[in-house]
């Protein structure tokens, strides 16, 4: 770990009064009830679809030794596994704080920052409680048993560092990470590549689901979260406005990668053996003939690209 407090929940860009207004806006997201009523069956689903997807590449997904890559403040998809009695471990570079009981915030602030501490101290105030309290009952009710926390299960580290992988022990069959990557800057994604490709048996495979910066829901400004733009709800003279313009809307580190820039990058050490976005039509009645004009420098398959798929093997040496 570097001295410096590390974070991606807050970007430098972004001045006091648009972070201000970001944060509003999420606290309006969260009093709507944004993570209450936690979907136990589209948890089901999600997982499901995921075994199905390892199995077309020779992997079994139950039986695999698994890491998450960015675990985050409600690693409910890590729970989710680990409730199934899969192998699961998580990485993630910030320090969380589960629960409410749990006092970590000055841990948190001088791990990394004010801001990430800030922030959930706020949140943690006011919804964590109940958000937490309807994932463990249905996390209870669907697997039949007390619900524990797997603190050993969980790292915080640089997944840049070799010394962070050290502490996972052993290599993994499936490496997986889910709106996480997009918030990696280019030179330290180039590095925890590396690092997966060191730690991935020869067999593997690494799921990846990044939000490309190019697609709709792209600027991680909660107006234009993806149910947002399924309900129909945000402003059409603000669609791609993160393409339009070259301010931050949202207070979170991007890399503002395309899809075709992260084919690139995971071309150096992968082979990629899916490419798909999950929702490829999200945001189509939003293009106007006006606004596709504004937008010709971008192609549909990164306008409608959101949250993409890659499914990653480690390239032979011979291939290299």
Not at 111 to 124: D, E, L, P
Request: glycine share 6%.
């Amino acid at each position: 770990m570097h001295n410096d407090p590390q974070t991606a929940s807050s970007s430098s860009e972004i001045g006091p009064a648009r972070r201000a207004f970001y944060l509003w806006k999420l606290l309006k997201l969260y009093g709507s009830g944004y993570r209450r009523n936690f979907d136990s069956a589209r948890a089901d689903r999600e997982l499901e679809d995921d075994r199905r997807l390892a199995s077309r590449y020779g992997v079994d997904l139950t039986t695999s030794r698994v890491l998450e890559v960015g675990f985050g403040q409600f690693p409910f998809r890590l729970l989710w596994m680990h409730g199934a009695r899969m192998d699961v471990r998580g990485l993630d570079l910030e320090l969380p704080q589960y629960r409410p009981g749990t006092s970590r915030l000055m841990d948190i602030a001088r791990t990394n920052g004010a801001v990430r501490a800030a922030k959930t101290a706020v949140r943690s105030a006011l919804f964590d409680r109940s958000i937490w309290r309807d994932f463990i009952l249905a996390w209870e009710r669907s697997f039949q048993t007390t619900f524990e926390f797997p603190w050993s299960r969980m790292l915080v580290g640089d997944a840049a560092l070799p010394e962070t992988w050290a502490r996972t022990t052993g290599e993994f069959d499936v490496i997986y990470s889910e709106d996480v990557f997009e918030h990696i800057p280019r030179p330290q994604l180039e590095r925890v590549l590396l690092r997966m490709a060191e730690n991935l048996a020869d067999h593997g495979i690494a799921i990846i689901k990044p939000l490309i910066f190019t697609g709709i829901t792209g600027s991680h400004d909660p107006e234009w979260y993806d149910d947002e733009v399924r309900r129909g709800t945000p402003d059409p003279g603000a669609a791609w406005q993160h393409l339009r313009r070259s301010t931050p809307l949202a207070d979170t580190v991007l890399n503002r990668l395309s899809r075709r820039e992260f084919r690139e990058v995971f071309s150096h050490k992968f082979d990629i053996l899916e490419d798909r976005a999950l929702e490829p039509d999200l945001g189509r009645a939003y293009l106007s003939p006006e606004l596709a004009r504004e937008l010709k420098a971008y192609p549909e398959n990164e306008l409608f690209s959101n949250k993409v798929c890659f499914v990653l093997r480690k390239r032979r040496p011979d291939s290299v």
